[in-house]
């Protein structure tokens, strides 16, 4: 019997927040000083902010200097130099920009963090990160399938062609929304809105770091550019989505196929079992996007 495999599990017992995951500050190439930079993402009332200068890590040591004002903030680097750019998310270390960059993403795996390969679709070739090295690298955590800043840049914003064509082949990869934030006009362009247990003690950094963390890792949230979901429920092959604000819902199966539309602000589809996986984009006014994480065809036992 044909059930769907996803992420979105109990999503009781925590709350969902809003959080971005590329970032730059003075330490390296942004406009802004650190501090200046959390007090902009508290003030758009973002529950998570990763800081990930070029090739300079900031560590839980160094974030400790920082005021969070509340939010959880995750120590970041993004590897630049030698190779596609990657951000090392939850980092416990600087590591060293390996050319091979499959030793990047080996060594990040080895902590805490995770790797999330940046900007695929960036540059006047619209090919910063090809699929077939996309496809050769293996283990990483997800791709940016939304780049904020990249929409004041050669190339393209979005790289749903090479998440649908890496889900196609068979690969588990979450795809995520950040801003790569350089000054203060590219804060709140894209998001990821994670559903994270609880994180109510607000004296143990490490354990609401850690909440933030695990459901990152474990594809517990939709990716966005505006669109607010409100409920994502599966049942065997049934989903239902629902949200404030989109005027069209897509199911997108293997190929990047549709298998459904609902012009509307919910969906309550029946996923056939011949897509091999199905992911959700919901269409709202102008870019306001949001997708959810890709669900599996499986059969039970």
Same mark, same amino acid.
């Given at each position: 019997?044909?059930?769907?495999?996803?992420?979105?599990?109990?999503?009781?017992?925590?709350?969902?927040?809003?959080?971005?995951?590329?970032?730059?500050?003075?330490?390296?190439?942004?406009?802004?000083?650190?501090?200046?930079?959390?007090?902009?993402?508290?003030?758009?009332?973002?529950?998570?902010?990763?800081?990930?200068?070029?090739?300079?890590?900031?560590?839980?040591?160094?974030?400790?200097?920082?005021?969070?004002?509340?939010?959880?903030?995750?120590?970041?680097?993004?590897?630049?130099?030698?190779?596609?750019?990657?951000?090392?998310?939850?980092?416990?270390?600087?590591?060293?920009?390996?050319?091979?960059?499959?030793?990047?993403?080996?060594?990040?795996?080895?902590?805490?963090?995770?790797?999330?390969?940046?900007?695929?679709?960036?540059?006047?070739?619209?090919?910063?990160?090809?699929?077939?090295?996309?496809?050769?690298?293996?283990?990483?955590?997800?791709?940016?399938?939304?780049?904020?800043?990249?929409?004041?840049?050669?190339?393209?914003?979005?790289?749903?062609?090479?998440?649908?064509?890496?889900?196609?082949?068979?690969?588990?990869?979450?795809?995520?929304?950040?801003?790569?934030?350089?000054?203060?006009?590219?804060?709140?362009?894209?998001?990821?809105?994670?559903?994270?247990?609880?994180?109510?003690?607000?004296?143990?950094?490490?354990?609401?770091?850690?909440?933030?963390?695990?459901?990152?890792?474990?594809?517990?949230?939709?990716?966005?550019? *505006?669109?607010?979901?409100?409920?994502?429920?599966?049942?065997?092959?049934?989903?239902?989505?629902?949200?404030?604000?989109?005027?069209?819902?897509?199911?997108? *199966?293997?190929? *990047?196929?549709?298998?459904?539309?609902?012009?509307?602000?919910?969906?309550?589809?029946?996923?056939?079992?011949?897509?091999?996986?199905?992911?959700?984009?919901?269409?709202?006014?102008?870019?306001?996007?949001?997708?959810?994480?890709?669900?599996?065809?499986?059969?039970?036992?």
């Amino acid at each position: 019997m044909p059930r769907l495999e996803h992420p979105y599990h109990d999503l009781t017992g925590g709350r969902w927040l809003r959080g971005n995951l590329h970032a730059h500050t003075t330490r390296s190439d942004g406009e802004h000083e650190p501090q200046q930079l959390v007090d902009a993402y508290v003030e758009r009332g973002y529950g998570f902010l990763a800081l990930t200068d070029h090739d300079i890590c900031w560590t839980p040591t160094n974030l400790a200097t920082l005021d969070p004002r509340g939010m959880v903030l995750l120590p970041g680097n993004e590897v630049t130099m030698g190779g596609p750019h990657m951000c090392h998310v939850g980092a416990d270390r600087r590591l060293e920009p390996d050319w091979r960059r499959q030793n990047v993403i080996d060594q990040a795996n080895e902590g805490p963090g995770f790797i999330v390969v940046n900007h695929p679709n960036w540059q006047q070739h619209f090919d910063h990160v090809p699929f077939s090295q996309l496809d050769l690298l293996k283990h990483y955590t997800g791709v940016e399938i939304f780049n904020g800043i990249m929409q004041h840049d050669e190339g393209s914003a979005y790289a749903l062609n090479k998440w649908d064509m890496l889900l196609s082949s068979g690969r588990r990869v979450w795809g995520f929304a950040n801003d790569d934030t350089h000054g203060q006009r590219f804060v709140g362009f894209g998001w990821n809105t994670a559903y994270v247990r609880d994180t109510s003690n607000a004296d143990d950094v490490e354990a609401g770091r850690q909440a933030v963390l695990d459901a990152l890792k474990a594809g517990r949230f939709y990716a966005s550019t *505006g669109v607010h979901i409100t409920g994502i429920h599966i049942d065997g092959m049934r989903v239902t989505i629902e949200t404030d604000n989109a005027r069209r819902i897509v199911g997108i *199966g293997k190929g *990047g196929k549709r298998f459904a539309m609902a012009n509307d602000h919910a969906i309550e589809i029946d996923v056939p079992d011949d897509v091999s996986h199905a992911r959700f984009t919901c269409w709202g006014e102008g870019e306001q996007f949001a997708w959810t994480q890709p669900m599996w065809v499986v059969e039970d036992e």
